[in-house]
């Protein structure tokens, strides 16, 4: 499996983890492909075929299969999946 995650995106995911983890301790984020690429869902226990990936202390569930760059873009800081190598995009902190 090559999933990689820019540095925006695992901001953006540790955040949802962290806020997630307040309400349900043993919630996870499963990014999960749509039709337009991928989302990230709040679980309690990953599917059977899920991959386990660790970034920056946090584990996420991520759908078999699925490769490539997870990274965010304007506005509303949205998910997107890009080609594996992609320049990561830019964003204004």
Known sequence: MTIEFTE????????????????NP?????????????EALLTDEPAPDDQQVQI?????YV????EGLVDCQEPHDVLVLRPAGSAPNSHGH
């Open 56 to 60: 920056g202390g946090m584990t996420l």
């Open 26 to 38: 043993d919630a996870r984020i499963r990014l999960a492909r749509t039709g337009s690429g991928v």
């Open 63 to 66: 759908e078999a299969g699925l």
């Open 8 to 23: 925006w995106a695992a901001e953006i995911l540790g955040k949802a983890q962290t806020a997630a983890a307040r309400f």
